[in-house]
């Protein structure tokens, strides 16, 4: 009789000897209770996020925050996974941050609106957070030539180019100052010497509305729809410091050749030159979102296919599309995408506009799109995690609450689970024409070092037995 066989026989007869056979059910009850603690929770900071909030991954443990209670008060946060507190310093009154990115884990890039201005600045984030540096920032005026003026901007990447960390950004904007024309616009912005370096594409005409951005390996590429249009297009520049200067097709911007359009267009980058779209669609039996994968030439900037591969989703909704659906974030990882929006979808667990997370393939044929509906907090960000390749989801509910990036395939008390499928094919694009044009500003730089503090974080939702860092 082996070893093994006879500590078992032994305890059969000893009460107080854990048996074989229980021992199983206990190694099933503690994988049980590993994959419960392996659901989201939810982090909740004693910070309102009422009119926004902005999520991004700085390195493996550590995210930074921007959160916002009102227009006259907003804030940054550095939080270490799993701590019982935060760092937390109060922004300038009155500005409003709409996106924000990191650098190499250390610095971080933020754009918005400050009075009625386009807002830009960065700071390196652990000696800001440690009382050792300042936030540099600049408020943007009428362009040297009074052709723009950035009065908001809303979406922003980074790129490296002569030397030196760029911003590009999309906003809003007005045209020439005598005008005083609405427009939008896509910018560049680097900081060097002292000053906010700052160069608009012209947009005249407009022939495109410009609602997002991305910086591919070998170019940028604004996304956007034909303006008094219904169909969405994208411009492309060369990845160069004050990119607008440089366009790869001059006078000409690529339109997918898919009509019914709806909202703002997202932008992110797959690999290579390669971008990925993500829009809504009013078609004749309720709307739905598409996503388009355009792979680009490096040298022409132009489309390698006329033909566009695209995933539209099978399920329509019952509302029309309206000014309560948005696309919000969107993520690429390897042949698939994250996407946060408020939409609806035909026969799904949840049957009104509302959050929704999606991890959707981007794979020939019909395909199954993962859905989760965050309803602890009204999502308002999503960045994807460095470990997990999952995001982490900021939103609003009483305060500022933070998802972690763990989402199970099974509704729980953070979230309820679906799935819904997503179609594929090609559809055509062409070339058609716009006015090219840019301008430029020179803005002195602004220091100001902020006073940091603490708040308290405390866990909702699932796992209640979560160990926290006092």
């Not at 042949?335 to 959050?355: N, P």
């Not at 099974?410 to 094919?425: P, R, T, V």
Request: with cysteine; net charge negative.
């Amino acid at each position: 009789m082996q070893k093994s066989n006879i500590l078992c026989s032994f305890a059969l007869v000893k009460p107080y000897v854990i048996s074989c056979d229980m021992k199983k059910i206990i190694l099933i009850i503690n994988l049980l209770l590993l994959s419960a603690t392996l659901q989201a929770q939810v982090w909740k900071f004693p910070i309102d996020a009422l009119r926004n909030s902005i999520v991004r991954t700085v390195d493996d443990n550590y995210v930074l925050i921007y959160t916002q209670p009102t227009v006259d008060s907003a804030f940054f946060l550095l939080y270490k996974e799993g701590d019982g507190a935060a760092l937390v310093f109060r922004v300038p009154a009155k500005w409003e941050v709409h996106d924000v990115r990191i650098h190499n884990s250390t610095d971080a890039y933020f754009c918005g609106t400050y009075g009625g201005k386009g807002l830009i600045g960065m700071f390196e984030i652990f000696p800001v957070f440690t009382s050792s540096g300042s936030v540099h920032y600049g408020v943007c005026n009428w362009t040297t030539h009074g052709y723009v003026m950035p009065v908001d901007f809303k979406r922003l990447d980074l790129y490296e180019a002569g030397g030196t960390v760029n911003m590009a950004m999309t906003g809003t904007t007005l045209w020439h100052y005598l005008t005083l024309l609405p427009n939008t616009a896509v910018t560049s912005a680097y900081l060097s010497g002292g000053n906010w370096n700052v160069c608009c594409f012209a947009n005249k005409g407009p022939a495109m509305t410009h609602t997002d951005v991305a910086c591919l390996d070998n170019m940028i590429v604004s996304a956007g729809m034909v303006t008094d249009g219904d169909k969405c297009c994208i411009k492309t520049f060369q990845k160069v410091q004050n990119f607008p200067t440089q366009v790869m097709i001059p006078y000409y911007m690529t339109v997918v050749d898919y009509p019914n359009m709806r909202g703002d267009v997202l932008a992110a980058h797959k690999t290579g030159d390669e971008v990925v779209l993500a829009q809504f669609h009013q078609g004749g039996n309720g709307v739905n979102t598409v996503l388009f994968d355009i792979p680009l030439s490096s040298t022409t900037g132009v489309p390698i296919s006329s033909w566009i591969d695209l995933w539209p989703s099978v399920p329509t909704a019952y509302t029309p599309w309206g000014t309560a659906w948005r696309q919000m974030e969107l993520n690429c990882i390897g042949d698939s995408v994250w996407l946060l929006q408020k939409a609806e979808y035909a026969g799904t667990v949840v049957s009104s506009v509302a959050d929704r997370l999606q991890r959707i393939p981007l794979l020939p044929g019909m395909g199954v799109a993962k859905m989760w509906h965050p309803i602890i907090c009204n999502a308002q960000s999503m960045d994807l995690a460095r470990v997990f390749r999952a995001p982490h989801l900021s939103g609003h509910n009483v305060v500022l609450e933070l998802y972690e990036p763990i989402w199970d395939n099974k509704s729980g008390n953070c979230y309820l689970y679906d799935e819904i499928w997503y179609g594929s094919g090609l559809h055509s694009c062409f070339p058609q024409e716009i006015d090219d044009g840019w301008d430029d500003e020179q803005i002195q730089e602004t220091t100001y070092l902020p006073p940091v503090f603490t708040v308290k974080v405390t866990y909702s939702c699932e796992n209640t037995s979560k160990n926290i860092q006092q």
